[in-house]
């Protein structure tokens, strides 16, 4: 059994920064692509951000160059540092991770947390 769970959402002021951080445990051999998204009431979760087991990392439009993406492979933790809040990143931030759980299996099974409400006043 694996588990994530997100932390580190809350309310801020526009401008703001907030650091959200979610941990994979459990039943983990190896943990490849680690991505955030949001989800806003009433429309689809949207990819934010990944990073790849060796460290590459994507980005939507949105966040280029105020959100940062990273992770710590001792600990199964992946980070999204968010600088420069506006009010329209208001959401809820779930992480999901895609993780190898039987050591003579190359199948890998993606996992979601239970997300962190964001909320950016202006």
């Known amino acids: 059994q694996v588990q994530l769970v997100e932390s580190g959402g809350g309310l801020v002021q526009a401008g703001g920064s907030l650091r959200l951080s979610c941990v994979a445990s459990?039943?983990?051999?190896?943990?490849?692509?680690m991505r955030w998204y949001l989800q806003v009431p009433g429309k689809e979760r949207e990819l934010v951000a990944g990073?790849?087991?060796?460290?590459?990392?994507n980005y939507a439009d949105s966040v280029k160059g105020r959100f940062t993406i990273s992770k710590d492979n001792a600990k199964n933790t992946v980070y999204l540092q968010m600088n420069s809040l506006k009010p329209e990143d208001t959401a809820v931030y779930y992480c999901?991770?895609?993780?190898?759980?039987?050591?003579?299996?190359?199948?890998?099974?993606?996992?979601w947390g239970q997300g962190t409400q964001v909320t950016v006043s202006s």
């Open positions: 999901n991770a895609d993780i190898k759980t039987r050591r003579y299996s190359n199948n890998v099974y993606r996992y």
């Open positions: 990073i790849t087991s060796r460290g590459t990392t």
């Open positions: 459990g039943s983990i051999i190896s943990i490849d692509a």
